[in-house]
C-alpha cells in the first residue's frame, strides 16, 4: 500500500566507466529534483526493477544516470514494462549507451526501444566544449527555457522517428537533439544528452530542464509543474514564471 499521496521520484545510478562520477550525479540529480517539489531518493543498480521493493515500486518517476555498455536483457524488459504500465523515466546523458556490449544492439532492444535513442559519438568537433542549445517552447518540460549556453559532452545521437525533439545545438550544417520526450505505453519518457558532470549539473538551465522533465514525467498537471518548478533563479538570479 502506498502511503505517499504526492508523487515522487527516484535517482538510480549505474555503471563502472571511470569517465562518470556516479555517486556525483546521485547526490546533483537527486537534489535538482527535490527543488523541483519532488520527493526524492537515490539508489544504485538496476536488479531493483526485477521484483521491486516499495522505494522502487512506489516511486511515480525514475531519473537515471547509467554509464555502462552492459545491462541485462531481464532488467531492461522489468523497466520497460513498468514505464509501460504509467511509471515515468527521464534518462540523463550515458544512459543510452547502446549496441556496444556483447550481442550488440539486439542485445540492447528492449531498452533502446523504451529510451527512444542511443549514443553514436561525440563527432568531429572533440569530446567536450561549449554548447550553444535552441530550446522548442510549446511543451511542459521546456516551456519556461530560453536558449542557453552549457559546458559538456558532444553528443551525436541516433533517435526512434517518434521521438518529439524539444532542445537541440547546431552540429555541422544541421542540428543535433539535446532533448526530446516520447510515450511508451501509460508511460512518459524524457532524455537529455546534458549532464556529463558538475560543470553542466550546475549550469542553472540545466536544472530547470531536469526539474520540468521529471515533473512532466510523473505526470504532473501543467499547471502544478508552472508552480513548481519555477521556485529557483535561472542565470544572473532571474526567477521565472510567477516569481518574475
Known sequence: MKLRHSPSALVIVEGTDIHHDLLGAALALQEIVLEGGLPAARAVGLDR??????????????VLYRSSVSFHP?????LSALVAAGKGLVAVHASNLFGFGP????????A?????SRYVSHGDAGSEGRLEVTVRGGHPVTRYLDDFAIDDEY???DCAPDVQVL???PAGEGTEPIAYVREHGAGRVCYTALGHDARAWGNPWFRQLIRQATLWAAGVEDDVIASWS??????NARFIGAAT
Do not use: I, N
Open 103 to 110: 550481442g550488440g544492439l539486439a542485445a540492447d532492444r528492449a
Open 74 to 78: 531481464a532488467q531492461q524488459e522489468a
Open 112 to 116: 533502446h526501444e523504451l529510451v527512444g
Open 155 to 157: 553528443y551525436v545521437l
Open 167 to 169: 532542445a537541440e545545438r
Open 230 to 235: 519555477t521556485r529557483w533563479p535561472l542565470g
Open 49 to 62: 526493477f526485477l521484483d521491486p521493493m516499495p522505494a522502487t515500486a512506489e516511486a511515480d518517476v525514475y
